[in-house]
């Protein structure tokens, strides 16, 4: 009889196993599902067919049937991401790069506090960068390029301590880039051309040092970035495709800097 028992707890378990997802986690991604006309996706293999999400094309769990990942890059996602992804709060990766998303990022992002990698790229949405994500501790790699991205780019990014990779290229960015970013020491890659940024390329750039050489910092292409510090100039040079750092300058709209260089220098 006791053996019995314990084989029926034992197929309880394993039976119950796979449907351990939360409702909460599950009506995030149906929200996403709905929200992002999900019968006409590239792919939507068992969404909202079968009871188990972590069967659902693209939906990634651990072994306790935590929701760690929605990779759905290149799908045919249409429409808007919705504030219900504060329900995935064991997400780590999220992944909806190459479709056809717009509107904003809502900020309900800022909830997912174990996210570690954000793909957003390619698609078209707008409004401004949400100043939440700054406060993703564990947050390693952003993706937001190749949208329609408007406004400053937040100073809470430099709290970002673990950020080995940041895209924000080809958006309509405006403003300068913000001081905190010293404080990214961990950056192997930058990204902010093709935006209209402007002003002085903070001094403290030349700490980012885990920067790729020739290939880890991207600044051009914008409205007008600039700096008459010499280990400024000579940092650009060095971590950037160019050769020297009038090359870099040529590749700006309109760089008029407003202050005369000495007190330019004395600020910086």
């Known amino acids: 009889m006791n053996k019995i028992l314990i084989s029926l707890f034992f197929l309880l378990c394993i039976f119950t196993k796979g449907f351990a997802v939360t409702e909460s986690e599950r009506d995030g991604l149906m929200a996403i599902y709905d929200s992002t006309d ?3 996706w590239g792919t939507n293999t068992d969404w909202n067919t079968t009871t188990d999400p972590c069967s659902w094309f693209g939906v990634s769990c ?6 760690i990942g929605l990779g759905l890059t290149e799908n045919n996602l249409t429409g808007s991401i919705p504030s219900e992804i504060e329900n995935l709060t064991h997400l780590v990766e999220f992944d909806l ?3 056809k998303l717009v509107g904003n990022i809502p900020s309900q992002i800022g909830l997912l506090s174990q996210l570690e990698i954000l793909y957003l790229n390619a698609n078209e949405l707008t409004g401004t960068i949400p100043v939440e994500i700054g406060s993703l501790s564990l947050l390693k790699e952003i993706d937001l390029e190749w949208n329609k991205f408007e406004g400053s780019i937040p100073t809470e990014f430099g709290d970002l301590e673990n950020l080995i990779f ?6 309509n960015l405006t403003g300068t880039i913000p001081a905190t970013f010293i404080a990214l020491t961990k950056l192997e890659y930058l990204s902010l051309d093709l935006n ?6 903070p001094k403290g750039i030349v700490d980012l040092t885990q920067l790729k050489d020739s290939k880890g910092l991207y600044l051009n292409n914008n409205y007008c970035l600039n700096s008459y510090n010499n280990n400024v100039r000579d940092f650009v040079v060095l971590k950037s495709e160019v050769d020297s750092f009038n090359e870099f300058l040529a590749t700006h709209e309109d760089c008029k800097v407003l202050l005369t260089p000495i007190i330019t220098y004395i600020l910086n």
Not at 166 to 171: P, T
Request: proline letters at 0%; a negative charge; zero cysteines.
């Open 38 to 40: 999900g019968a006409n």
């Open 196 to 201: 209209h940024l402007n002003g002085i390329i």
């Open 166 to 171: 940041l895209d924000f290229a080809d958006n």
């Open 62 to 67: 651990d072994d306790d049937n935590n929701i």
């Open 97 to 99: 790069s190459y479709n």
